[in-house]
């Protein structure tokens, strides 16, 4: 399989094409119509890459996107619309999209533009730590020595939210609405045990802390 795909198209016999095509070529995917549910699908599950209609019902391909930014997801998202102005391009890329496919388009460009932006995540999305531990932020996965290691999900996912905002604070309200669901109360002293755990493996040095900012993952090699 070569990457999971989240597909938001109401164009119901649009979504079937595409999503014939790309399971075609080996990606798994998941279909939405509705913007809000497609939101949902992202909290709850990986997704390697987003393809997001704009004119959709629920919250609008643009507001999925920014509340998924929001959230600390920086999955890659390609906007697939007939919207052409400069004025939509622009709000696009302010929501956070990698990219911006026009309909009508041919699905081989669809494919290369798709390729395109998963090698470029690959490549930045496995973090080595130097100790014999790197965590494959694609994946989320943790790894001593080539072996994998069992991590929490909360720890897994705070633990990728600061190495995809490598060199920058995180703070505290977006960790909290990526590692506690929305009906659950944010706990200030969990997140510090996590924290804790999370210097032991990847160095105490290279999680930095500053009253009202949050967090940082910063590694040595960044401060000198």
Not at 72 to 86: D, Q, R, V
Not at 115 to 129: G, N, P, R, S
Request: hydrophobic content about 40%; charged content about 30%; glycine content about 6%.
């Amino acid at each position: 399989m070569k990457a999971k795909v989240l597909l938001l198209e109401d164009d119901m016999v649009l979504q079937e094409i595409i999503a014939e095509c790309l399971e075609e070529e080996g990606y798994a995917v998941v279909c939405c119509s509705d913007g809000t549910e497609a939101m949902d699908k992202v909290y709850e599950e990986h997704f390697d890459i987003l393809l997001l209609d704009v004119m959709v019902s629920g919250q609008n391909g643009f507001e999925a996107l920014r509340s998924i930014r929001q959230s600390g997801k920086e999955i890659p998202a390609i906007f697939i619309t007939a919207l052409n102005s400069l004025k939509e391009l622009e709000v696009g890329f302010k929501s956070g999209c990698d990219d911006y496919l026009r309909k009508p388009f041919e699905l081989s460009e669809l494919l290369l533009r798709m390729e395109a932006q998963l090698k470029h995540c690959k490549k930045l999305d496995i973090f080595e730590f130097g100790n014999g531990y790197c965590f494959d932020c694609a994946e989320e996965i943790l790894y001593y020595q080539g072996n994998i290691v069992n991590l929490p999900t909360k720890e897994r996912e705070l633990l990728k939210i600061l190495l995809q905002n490598e060199g920058h604070f995180v703070g505290l309200e977006q960790i909290y609405s990526a590692l506690w669901n929305y009906d659950k109360e944010p706990s200030e002293l969990s997140l510090r045990v996590y924290i804790k755990n999370l210097r032991r493996i990847i160095g105490k040095d290279n999680i930095l802390t500053r009253r009202g900012e949050g967090y940082c993952y910063q590694p040595s090699n960044m401060r000198e």
